[in-house]
């Protein structure tokens, strides 16, 4: 069953270094989302990237995140200077069409610890 | 703004009985709701959905019934099996984001 994968699953990180956390969706669907949870809370949008471009944002998703789809098949989500909040699992996901429920496949995740 | 809302934040269960998660939303402009299944490190899985015309889906051990005059949907899953332990989550969608609630960790003991 084709699955979306995410690197790395858990990334160390000291407060102020970028991150650079990356997605391969499934191959022939075409919109991608990143959403993130903090430990106990509930799955948070952040972006939504369709057509090579950002489609819808959160108010979450800041001038520290942006989103790259740099070669046709991965998904990037970067964060230029993380802090201590930015602490979270961050879930990449992706979807073939916008119509109906718009059924998204999520990754595993990637574990972000900001120290 | 919180559109689904999840008030239980655990439910148990035994095997062979019945789970029944609820989930409240507040706003009736909606397509969709999703229910999603989350284990221990790993991304949320589709379970089940239901549209707005309807008031009832069911897949094997799994239907969901809404209740759009109450704008209260629940899961049910019968029988439960312990392998059904997990944190579960309805979803708004139907548009291109979904909008979770913050989940119901179901216990499911043998």
């Known amino acids: 069953e084709p699955e979306v994968t995410q690197t790395p699953s858990h990334q160390v990180t000291q407060m102020g270094q970028e991150v650079i956390l990356r997605c391969v969706p499934i191959?022939?669907?075409?919109?991608f989302y990143w959403y993130r949870q903090i430990l106990g809370q509930k799955v948070e949008f952040l972006v939504s990237?369709?057509?090579?471009?950002?489609?819808?944002k959160s108010e979450i998703f800041d001038d520290q995140f942006s989103v790259e789809r740099p070669d046709g098949s991965n998904f990037t989500l970067k964060i230029r200077s993380t802090k201590l909040e930015d602490s979270a699992m961050y879930f990449c996901?992706?979807?073939?069409?916008?119509?109906?429920?718009?059924?998204?496949?999520f990754g595993a995740g990637s574990r972000l610890t900001v120290l | 703004d919180q559109q689904v809302k999840q008030n239980s934040p655990s439910l148990s269960v035994q095997e062979g009985r019945i789970s029944i998660l609820n989930c409240d939303y507040t706003?009736?402009?909606?397509?969709?709701f999703l229910w999603y299944k989350k284990y221990p490190a790993e991304g949320p899985t589709f379970l089940i959905s239901?549209?707005?015309?309807?008031d009832k889906n069911e897949d094997g051990r799994f239907t969901v019934f809404l209740n759009k005059s109450a704008k209260h949907l629940s899961l049910h899953i019968v029988p439960s099996q312990p392998g059904d332990s997990a944190v579960y989550f309805c979803?708004?969608?139907?548009?291109?984001?979904?909008?979770f609630g913050k989940g119901t960790k179901l216990t499911v003991n043998p």
């Open positions: 990237f369709y057509n090579n471009e950002i489609s819808e």
């Open positions: 996901a992706s979807s073939s069409v916008f119509s109906g429920a718009n059924v998204l496949t």
């Open positions: 979803a708004k969608g139907g548009s291109e984001k979904l909008v």
């Open positions: 239901i549209s707005s015309i309807k």
């Open positions: 191959s022939n669907h075409l919109y």
């Open positions: 706003n009736s402009m909606f397509d969709y």
